[in-house]
């Protein structure tokens, strides 16, 4: 599994992911950690998107500062 950051200018960058597995507490809930990098500071609008097994999540945005 990967996350991609994809900024504004079309940038894309690999996030380490720390943890991904079973929520704990609700059943068939997932979570992913990931690790924000440096180079994401003050990106502004920035797209995620899980890849596993070469499949590609839907996209979700998110506004870093």
Known sequence: MT???RTSDGT???LPV???GAQ???LGLDQVN???V???R???SVQLTLVVNGVRSNTMKA???
């Open 3 to 5: 996350v991609e950051a």
């Open 12 to 14: 894309v960058f690999t």
């Open 18 to 20: 720390e943890f991904a």
């Open 24 to 26: 704990g507490t609700l």
């Open 34 to 36: 990931v690790v924000l």
């Open 38 to 40: 440096p180079e994401l």
């Open 42 to 44: 003050g990106a502004g």
């Open 63 to 65: 506004t870093l500062q």
